[in-house]
T-cell receptor
C-alpha cells in the first residue's frame, strides 16, 4: 500500500468549476508538498505546508496533521490549470501517484 | 536569477552503458535532490546531497550513485543501464541546514532513454 494516497486519479472539469484534490498519508511527516507537473515533465512546487492553510492566487492548500490529510483546491478553474498535481510527504519525499486534471473551456 | 538547470535535456544510451546527468542548483542552495519518474510510475526519491555529503538515499540499487561538488552542483551516475532505467530524472534544490525552509525548486528534467 502506498504511504501517500491521492484522489481522484483523474479529474475533468469545466472552466470556472471549483476543484478539490485530496491527499492522505500514513507516514509521520514534518511537512507536505503540493507539486504541479506540466506536460513535458517540468515541475513547480506550489505549496509546502506543515499546518493550517495556505493560499496563493486561486490555489488553496489545507492540511490536517491529526487526520493525516491534505487538500488542494482550485477556485475558478481555467484550462491552463490542466496538469498533474502531486502531493509529496516530506521525510524521504514519499509521493502520491498524482491527479491528472483537465479543465475544459 | 537562474533556476535549477539540468543537462542534458535528452540522453539516449544502450543497455549496459553508463549515463551521467548533471544539475546546477539555484545560487545559494546547498541541498540537491534527485528523483526518478519512470513511464507510468510516480515520482520516486533517489538521492539527497547537502554540503557535499550524501544525506539520504531512496530504494534504488547501488548502480545509481552520485556526488555533489564544492560549488554544490551535482552529478547522477547510472551504471550498467537497464531498459527500465528509461525515465525522466528530476533535480531539485533548496537551502540546506538551518536555512532549509523545505521549499523545493525543480529543474526541467533530463529524459534518459535506454535502448
Amino acid at each position: 500500500k502506498n504511504e501517500v494516497e491521492q484522489s481522484p486519479q483523474n479529474l475533468t472539469a469545466q472552466e470556472g468549476e471549483f476543484i478539490t484534490i485530496n491527499c492522505s498519508y500514513s507516514v509521520g511527516i514534518s511537512a507536505l508538498h503540493w507539486l504541479q507537473q506540466h506536460p513535458g515533465g517540468g515541475i513547480v512546487s506550489l505549496f509546502m505546508l506543515s499546518s493550517g492553510k495556505k493560499k496563493h492566487g486561486r490555489l488553496i492548500a489545507t492540511i490536517n496533521i491529526q487526520e493525516k490529510h491534505s487538500s488542494l483546491h482550485i477556485t475558478a478553474s481555467h484550462p491552463r490549470d490542466s496538469a498533474v498535481y502531486i502531493c509529496a510527504a516530506r521525510n524521504d519525499m514519499r509521493f502520491g501517484a498524482g491527479t491528472r486534471l483537465t479543465v475544459k473551456p | 536569477e537562474a533556476g535549477v538547470t539540468q543537462s542534458p535535456t535528452h540522453l539516449i544510451k544502450t543497455r549496459g552503458q553508463q549515463a551521467t546527468l548533471r544539475c546546477s542548483p539555484i545560487s545559494g542552495h546547498t541541498s540537491v535532490y534527485w528523483y526518478q519518474q519512470a513511464l507510468g510510475l510516480g515520482l520516486q526519491f533517489l538521492l539527497w546531497y547537502d554540503e557535499g555529503e550524501e544525506r539520504n538515499r531512496g530504494n534504488f540499487p547501488p548502480r545509481f550513485s552520485g556526488r555533489q561538488f564544492p560549488n554544490y552542483s551535482s552529478e547522477l551516475n547510472v551504471n550498467a543501464l537497464e531498459l527500465e532505467d528509461s525515465a525522466l530524472y528530476l533535480c531539485a534544490s533548496s537551502f540546506g541546514g538551518g536555512r532549509n525552509t523545505g521549499e523545493l525548486f525543480f529543474g526541467e528534467g533530463s529524459r534518459l532513454t535506454v535502448l
